[in-house]
Structures are given as structure tokens and as C-alpha cells.
């Protein structure tokens, strides 16, 4: 079964709008983490946001935040006034396993945006 | 202060060629990860090192594929011999023992390797 799940392969968005990056989740863990990764065409992986499972509070950093909904298992990354940088790969990721050191990602949305 | 630090960046290889790919962590990190990612897809975790001990490498297929990490330092990951499915880029992390971005959790740049 599919632990994390973005259901959406591509998404377009017009420069300067907003755009929400979907994922949900599966884990019958009590603690867990959520990460958000940009992956550009050169091919890094750049950490964005993190939220974990017990943080009472959205994550925000800069332009990006995340819908933390814990009761639907849903973790969105919202990217606000989308730039034409912001074009790339964006992977959502949870930490699980015994001692929490262990990354699985999703299969990740293609994000073009649109001048 | 530098990243985790890759290299090649890019390798082209023969089918049943062996390939090695290194890896040097952040300074200071005792945890390593080696992850694979298949075009289109998410990384997948194909080893993890605790110091020089390798404590999860139940994704890694023994057959062909070995990593060490001598010193609890730099890592090498090898596959021999290649095969056209392992074509993919292969990503290296380091932490301070957790994943989490507090624990400086970093990927570098990864060795995208093409069999042929």
C-alpha cells in the first residue's frame, strides 16, 4: 500500500497565483514528520517545509505553507504568488520507521508555471 | 560549509560494466543515506549508515549491488555488473542521526547513471 500518495502528475499555474500541491498520507504512527521537496531539472532535492505529526500549528516558510490536516491524513503545500522559478518537480515525503529514520516519498507533481 | 558532495554527476556506462559512486556527508554526520530514484518517481531508500555500521540495507539488491562506508566518513556504493534497469539517479543524504531538517537532514546533488 502506497504510504504517501500525490495524486496529481502535472499542474499549471499562472505567474503571481496561488497553487496547492496535494498529498495525503498513511501511517499508524503517533509521530511522524512531512517534508515538501523541490527537485529543479538539475536534479537536488531542496528541503521547503516540515511539519510534524504533534505541531499544533501550519507550517510557513516565506511563500510556501502547509495544510496540515491530521483527522483526513492530508498534508497540501500551498505555494502563494507562484514564480517562474518555482517551476520544477515537488515531491511530499514522511518520516516513519522504528527510530523515525526513514524517508519515503511520493511519486511527486510536475509544477509549470505559466508567464 | 559545504553540502554532501557527490561524484560523477553524470556516468555513462556499458550494460555489465561495474560503476562506484562516492559520497562525502556533512561534516559531523553520523547518519548516511543512499536513495535511488527511478525517472518519474520519488527516491527510494537503498541503504542507511549509522557511523561505518550499515543498520537498514533491506532495499539494497545484494546481488549486484555493495556500499561501504569505511571511517564512518565517505561512502562508496557500487553496482557490478550494471544493468539497464539501474539507470537512475542515485542520491546520497547525511543527518545528524534523524531525519528531521533540524537535525540537518541534507541531500546532494545525486550521480544520474545512464547503462547503455
Known amino acids: 500500500a502506497q504510504k504517501i500518495t500525490q495524486t496529481q502528475p502535472g499542474m499549471f499555474v499562472q505567474e503571481k497565483e496561488a497553487v496547492t500541491l496535494d498529498c495525503t498520507y498513511d501511517t499508524s504512527d503517533q509521530s511522524y514528520g512531512l517534508f515538501w521537496y523541490k527537485q529543479p531539472s538539475s536534479g537536488e532535492m531542496i528541503f521547503l517545509i516540515y511539519q510534524g505529526s504533534y505541531d499544533e500549528q501550519n507550517a510557513t516558510e516565506g511563500r510556501y505553507s502547509l495544510n496540515f490536516q491530521k483527522a483526513r491524513k492530508s498534508a497540501n503545500l500551498v505555494i502563494s504568488a507562484s514564480q517562474l522559478g518555482d517551476s520544477a518537480m515537488y515531491f511530499c515525503a514522511m518520516r516513519e520507521g522504528p527510530d523515525g529514520n526513514k524517508l519515503v516519498f511520493g511519486a511527486g507533481t510536475i509544477l509549470r508555471v505559466k508567464s | 560549509e559545504a553540502g554532501v558532495v557527490q561524484s560523477p554527476r553524470y556516468k555513462i556506462i556499458e550494460k555489465k560494466q561495474p560503476v562506484a559512486f562516492w559520497c562525502n556527508p556533512i561534516?559531523?554526520?553520523?547518519?548516511l543515506y543512499w536513495y535511488r530514484q527511478n525517472l518519474g518517481q520519488g527516491p527510494e531508500l537503498l541503504i542507511r549508515?549509522?557511523?561505518?555500521?550499515?543498520?537498514?540495507d533491506s532495499q539494497l539488491p545484494k546481488d549486484r549491488f555493495s556500499a561501504e562506508r569505511l571511517k564512518g566518513v565517505d561512502s562508496t556504493l557500487k553496482i557490478q555488473p550494471a544493468e539497464l534497469g539501474d539507470s537512475a539517479v542515485y542520491l546520497c543524504?547525511?543527518?545528524?542521526?534523524?531525519?528531521?531538517?533540524?537535525?540537518?537532514?541534507?541531500f546532494g546533488s545525486g550521480t544520474r547513471l545512464t547503462v547503455v
Open positions: 561534516s559531523g554526520h553520523n547518519t
Open positions: 543524504a547525511s543527518s545528524l542521526g534523524v531525519v528531521q531538517p533540524d537535525y540537518g537532514y541534507t
Open positions: 549508515y549509522e557511523n561505518e555500521e550499515a543498520v537498514d
